[in-house]
């Protein structure tokens, strides 16, 4: 990509990321400044011109959430004072997406409120992967575009070249990416009927689909305390599964997850870096991290020169 009026910046959520996307573009990471206080308030400066600028910035609202989100206020609001011409927020992994609708009583719908405070600091458009709910591009009122990680996913299993291959959808919200998936695949698809009973627990109910003798591959969008996924593994090996992978887009891996991942019989858990590992998850043999820094970077270019982002879905 030529011409200085693209430009990348970078909160601190997962900077990796960022340069790996600059560096597939031949860009250098935009020149900022990002701190705390002493307090803990957030500090931002830009040290360059981006006065009619067409800015991105990378950020995943990931772990610690509420600071990650207020970093990319911030750094939004800064582009805008500083007289960019277009601002995209870039969000890997969007916060709040798992709040999308009133299910209870006298709840919020929180991914509304996150769209609404992106927009409010002056964001032009969204780049995001893989939302936990595809109907939360509804909540801008700016244009979103939705890519997601299947195709770097698909390519990985397909030079795996697994035998007698099941894909498994976890729950029912996930048919759909499971089947398109299976689908691709040339193989069957499995569905785990489970009953959620509170936050981050649930009770596995049974298996539709036949899964003896299998290799079956669960693919789901967030992997968080890992205690459903391990359930699954353990119900599939129960009816009969010969081995288990799991794919998932977002390794948010939070608590007991990596603890429960290396002592559970998953064969391989194959995630992307939306979200950065820790220390705990990269010494963890089980897990494979895909990138999609080049993915990211094809749709900042396709924006930025006004051309088609839908030429990268599957």
């Known amino acids: 990509?030529?011409?200085?009026?693209?430009?990348i910046f970078s909160g601190s959520a997962n900077r990796a990321l960022a340069e790996e996307i600059c560096q597939y573009l031949s860009l250098p990471l935009g020149d900022a400044t990002l701190g705390r206080f002493s307090d803990g308030e957030i500090y931002f400066q830009i040290h360059e011109n981006v006065r009619g600028a067409d800015v991105f910035v990378v950020q995943p609202t990931s772990?610690?959430?509420?600071?990650?989100?207020?970093?990319l206020l911030l750094m939004v609001d800064a582009c805008k004072r500083a007289s960019a011409a277009r601002i995209t927020a870039v969000m890997p992994y969007y916060g709040y997406a798992r709040q999308d609708r009133k299910d209870k009583p006298r709840v919020p719908i929180s991914a509304k409120v996150v769209a609404d405070l992106l927009e409010t600091a002056g964001i032009d458009r969204a780049l995001t992967l893989d939302l936990h709910a595809p109907q939360i591009q509804g909540y801008f009122n700016v244009p979103v575009d939705h890519l997601y990680a299947t195709p770097v996913m698909l390519e990985y299993f397909a030079r795996k070249g697994?035998?007698?291959l099941t894909v498994v959808a976890p729950d029912a919200g996930g048919v759909e990416r499971a089947r398109f998936f299976a689908k691709k695949m040339d193989s069957p698809l499995a569905i785990?009927?489970?009953?959620?009973?509170?936050i981050d627990v649930s009770e596995l109910m049974h298996i539709i689909g036949d899964v003896e003798g299998q290799t079956c591959l669960i693919i789901d969008d967030i992997v968080d305390t890992a205690g459903t996924l391990v359930k699954t593994v353990e119900a599939l090996r129960d009816r009969g599964a010969r081995e288990v992978y799991a794919a998932c887009?977002?390794?948010v891996l939070s608590g007991p997850a990596i603890r429960?991942?290396?002592d559970s019989p998953l064969h391989e858990l194959v995630v992307t870096n939306s979200i950065p590992l820790n220390d705990e998850g990269r010494a963890c043999d089980r897990?494979?991290?895909?990138?999609v820094a080049p993915l990211l970077a094809r749709a900042i270019r396709s924006i930025h020169e006004e051309t088609s982002v839908s030429t990268l879905f599957v």
């Open 63 to 71: 772990h610690p959430v509420d600071g990650h989100l207020m970093e």
């Open 192 to 198: 785990v009927d489970k009953r959620r009973v509170d």
């Open 249 to 251: 887009t977002h390794p």
């Open 162 to 164: 697994l035998a007698d």
């Open 1 to 7: 990509m030529t011409g200085n009026t693209c430009k």
């Open 260 to 262: 429960r991942i290396c």
């Open 287 to 291: 897990i494979k991290v895909l990138s």
